[in-house]
């Protein structure tokens, strides 16, 4: 099975600060992605990448960057962490393009940032 | 652009009956097609794809979606409702060609099992 994880569950920041969300996936996936999930938004999608340092902004880059230095690990960096930036935090893999793989999604990063 | 609609926040169905959670699309050409569920504190499992093919797609827990071009949907269906289906459902849409790696997620349907 597929297994994608997310350094932590729950994570409480101050306003200003420098956040890193990590995620890793065991399954040799090319893609990975960012998303965050807030209520009546649905899902969106903050960055993704198709490759080692390789990335493409998604719908929502604004105040992110992300990090892809080996394969199983995109990392997600809110350069200085604001309170609307407070949310639940999805990471996914992929096997390679074409759109015709579905997804698989780690558990979560609840952020607070206050 | 790609777009997905989920016209229900909310459905609400006794166990045993059949269930319809609501999805439909947008695209410029022919999509790729998907449901994902959603447990309380955890991520998304996939439950099914329409890519090509028979438009009736079968997939895990017993559902099944329907795709109907001419009135671009795709219905996710269950014939007998269970209590531990109460999750959040989500349906997204990749365009072809063209859409790159960019899934298009709805705003997701809350679906409620009661005894």
Same mark, same amino acid.
């Given at each position: 099975?597929?297994?994608?994880?997310?350094?932590?569950?729950?994570?409480?920041?101050?306003?200003?600060?420098?956040?890193?969300?990590?995620?890793?996936?065991?399954?040799?996936?090319?893609?990975?992605?960012?998303?965050?999930?807030?209520?009546?938004?649905?899902?969106?999608?903050?960055?993704?990448?198709?490759?080692?340092?390789?990335?493409?902004?998604?719908?929502?880059?604004?105040?992110?960057?992300?990090?892809?230095?080996?394969?199983?690990?995109?990392?997600?960096?809110?350069?200085?962490?604001?309170?609307?930036?407070?949310?639940?935090?999805?990471?996914?893999?992929?096997?390679?393009?074409?759109?015709?793989?579905?997804?698989?999604?780690?558990?979560?990063?609840?952020?607070?940032?206050? | 652009?790609?777009?997905?609609?989920?016209?229900?926040?909310?459905?609400?169905?006794?166990?045993?009956?059949?269930?319809?959670? &609501?999805?439909?699309?947008? $695209? !410029?050409?022919?999509?790729?097609? =998907?449901?994902? /569920?959603?447990?309380?504190?955890? #991520?998304?499992?996939?439950?099914?794809?329409?890519?090509?093919?028979?438009?009736?797609?079968?997939?895990?827990?017993?559902?099944?979606?329907?795709?109907?071009?001419?009135?671009?949907?795709?219905?996710?269906? &269950?014939?007998?409702?269970? $209590? !531990?289906?109460?999750?959040?459902? =989500?349906?997204? /849409?990749?365009?072809?060609?063209? #859409?790159?790696?960019?899934?298009?997620?709805?705003?997701?349907?809350?679906?409620?099992?009661?005894?």
């Amino acid at each position: 099975d597929v297994k994608v994880t997310q350094s932590s569950r729950y994570l409480v920041k101050r306003t200003g600060e420098k956040v890193f969300l990590e995620c890793v996936q065991d399954m040799d996936h090319e893609n990975m992605f960012w998303y965050r999930q807030d209520p009546g938004l649905g899902l969106r999608l903050i960055y993704f990448s198709y490759d080692v340092k390789m990335k493409e902004k998604g719908d929502i880059p604004e105040g992110y960057s992300v990090s892809r230095e080996k394969k199983e690990r995109f990392s997600l960096i809110l350069e200085s962490a604001s309170t609307n930036q407070t949310s639940m935090y999805l990471c996914a893999s992929s096997l390679p393009t074409g759109g015709l793989y579905e997804q698989y999604f780690g558990p979560g990063t609840r952020l607070t940032v206050t | 652009a790609q777009s997905v609609a989920q016209p229900e926040d909310q459905v609400n169905v006794a166990e045993g009956n059949p269930l319809t959670v &609501k999805c439909t699309y947008s $695209v !410029s050409g022919n999509p790729y097609l =998907f449901w994902y /569920v959603q447990y309380p504190n955890r #991520g998304l499992q996939f439950l099914l794809k329409y890519i090509t093919g028979d438009n009736l797609v079968k997939g895990s827990y017993g559902f099944e979606a329907e795709f109907n071009k001419s009135q671009t949907s795709f219905h996710l269906k &269950k014939p007998s409702a269970l $209590v !531990s289906d109460s999750a959040l459902y =989500f349906c997204a /849409v990749r365009d072809r060609p063209g #859409g790159g790696n960019k899934l298009t997620f709805g705003t997701g349907t809350q679906l409620k099992v009661e005894l």
